[in-house]
């Protein structure tokens, strides 16, 4: 007897390649489209609508939809900051580049965030903060951090690492410094590290930030 299986029972979703994350986060995209189109991943778009609707003030009555032409919501919206999380598991980053400065978390995306959490940043370097809780940050990735923020004095934001793959904490000597003294132009002024989840965990000695 045999069996007979459709190849759509055995589709899986496809893994997202770091080469391809970095493709779709920097693409082009037309911005006289629909915002549906505009971004093809329903949570990036469903979290764009929900912040647009909370932080830009329409004529009453007149809530931006996902069919709703992206060009003309943001010429309404001006130079409103939207303040978007990303809390939820996103599979097409295609779009971001266009709002990459309004969002300010990017949260629980998995262990196979790991890189592409260091290749956004490095693309966008926006806000004052780099949250990238539950996204799988491992301990190379977070030196990798740390070595961008002292290459490019990046200063006064806040970090949040929680529940990640971090072993050894001590690397934040290297740039951590206390809240009125930048001698060297750059560092957290709020650092978040709770939760680890592999290795033994090298608390920070000596600086004027505690992990919380």
């Given amino acids: 007897m045999q069996t007979t299986v459709s190849v759509n029972t055995l589709a899986v979703s496809p893994i997202l390649t770091d080469q391809t994350f970095k493709q779709q986060i920097t693409a082009d995209v037309n911005p006289d489209r629909p915002i549906r189109e505009v971004f093809p991943d329903p949570v990036i778009a469903s979290h764009f609508i929900d912040s647009y609707n909370h932080y830009v003030h329409s004529p009453a009555g007149q809530k931006v939809t996902l069919d709703a032409n992206y060009q003309t919501a943001m010429a309404q919206a001006s130079n409103t900051l939207l303040y978007m999380n990303i809390p939820e598991k996103v599979h097409d980053w295609t779009?971001?580049?266009?709002?990459?400065?309004?969002?300010?978390?990017?949260?629980?995306?998995?262990?196979?965030f790991d890189k592409k959490a260091l290749i956004y940043y490095q693309a966008f370097e926006t806000g004052n903060s780099i949250n990238f809780s539950n996204c799988g940050i491992t301990q190379s990735t977070f030196e990798g951090f740390l070595d961008y923020m002292r290459e490019h004095h990046i200063?006064?934001?806040?970090?949040?690492?929680?529940?990640?793959?971090?072993?050894?904490?001590?690397?934040?000597?290297?740039?951590?410094?206390?809240?009125?003294?930048?001698?060297?132009?750059?560092g957290f002024y709020g650092f978040f590290g709770a939760g680890q989840t592999k290795g033994h965990i090298k608390p920070m000695k000596d600086l004027g930030h505690r992990l919380k």
């Fill in 95 to 112: 779009g971001v580049k266009l709002i990459a400065r309004n969002i300010a978390i990017i949260s629980n995306q998995g262990d196979g």
């Fill in 155 to 186: 200063t006064r934001i806040q970090g949040n690492f929680e529940y990640n793959h971090i072993s050894d904490f001590s690397w934040l000597s290297n740039i951590v410094v206390n809240d009125n003294n930048y001698p060297e132009g750059y």
